[in-house]
Each structure stands twice: as C-alpha cells, then as structure tokens.
C-alpha cells in the first residue's frame, strides 16, 4: 500500500510526540536570552470534544489529573469554531509544571482514543508589549510560533525571529501555510 499512496501523492499523517513539549523549557531559555520573551505561565489544550459518554469520561479524567495539581488554575471553554480549550496557569516561574500539566492532559485524551481530535497544544510568552505563543500540532508533530498583536493582527517579523532562534531546539513546522493563527486561545 505504502507504494500506491507514494505513486497516488497520498502522505501518511505523523505520529504526534507528546514528549516534544517536555523541550519548551529549554527552548523558553532560548527566548528569554535572544527575544526577551518570558513565559506567562499559561498554557492550553484545544481539542474537538467528542459525543458520549466515553468522551466525557476521558475530559473528566484529564481535569482530574489538572486538579491534583494544587499549584495550577484550571478553566474550561469553548470557542466559536466549536473547539474546547483546556487552559492551565502555573506561577510564571514554573514552566516545567505547566508543561508536564498540558502533557497529562494530552496523554490522557489520546490513551482514551481521541488523539485524532487534538488540534494543538500552546504555551504563552510576553515580553514588554509582544505576545508569542508556542503551539504544538499533533497532526504534524511540529511547533511554530504565533505573535498575535491585535484582533485579527500579528507580528510576522516576531514570528520568523523566534522560529530561526528555535530551529534545531523544537522541531519547527517548515511549511508556513500551516502557521494558523489561533485567535480565541486562553493562553495567550
């Protein structure tokens, strides 16, 4: 099949790597020292929420892990598109908590069979009037940054600044048409 797919020009999706956000520590060190972006300790989950009950037993069971956590405040919503954000915020100073949080709840949502419905995951940082959100895709595997300015605004210039300071660190989404803006996030 792999040799009809490739003579047809059908590509098969990437396996996500969860593990990949464990590098937005060291890769916020990066910012910091090159771009002046800290984190904001805000990150989100965005996911297209399921029908049934198995699906509501597995957001439950993500929040249930995020709740465990006495050091995150934990918020639930929805945007126009449908979506449903999970947002975490930590101290700014704990990235590392904030990062492990959005992992559980990744985990959990794909060991439940709903990785297909994951859409992103992102991780905010400011910096004197700049806003820089990292977002992960799981359909791709790859990170990219997003530096909204306004309301349907953003600052591009920031946007390859930060993607040339990064490659080599995260595995950076190489196709520039797949940089979404994602403007009803909480996490930034």
């Keep these: 099949m792999r040799f009809l797919d490739a003579l047809l020009g059908r590509t098969r999706p990437v396996k996500p790597n969860l593990d990949a956000l464990f590098a937005v520590p060291a890769a916020a060190t990066t910012l910091q020292a090159a771009l002046d972006l800290a984190p904001t300790g805000v ?17 439950a069971d993500a929040l249930g892990l995020l709740a465990a956590d006495q050091t995150a405040n934990v918020a639930v919503s929805q945007d126009d598109y449908g979506y449903t954000w999970i947002a975490s915020r930590h101290d700014s100073s704990d990235l590392a908590g904030l990062v492990t949080d959005l992992h559980a709840v990744n985990a959990t949502l794909a060991d439940a069979g709903y990785g297909p419905s994951l859409l992103c995951t992102i991780v905010g940082f400011v910096g004197d009037s700049r ?36 490659t080599g660190e995260l595995p950076i989404e190489a196709d520039l048409s797949r940089w979404f803006p994602i403007w009803a996030t909480p996490a930034l």
Excluded: I, M, W
Excluded at 43 to 59: L, N, Y
Excluded at 136 to 161: C, I, M, V, W
């Design 131 to 166: 806003r820089l959100g990292l977002v992960y895709l799981f359909k791709r595997g790859t990170f990219y940054p997003f530096a909204p300015t306004g309301a349907h605004s953003r600052d591009n210039a920031l946007e390859l600044q930060a993607r040339a300071q990064l």
């Design 43 to 59: 990150g989100a989950v965005c996911f297209k929420t399921a029908e049934g009950q198995a699906a509501a037993q597995a957001k």
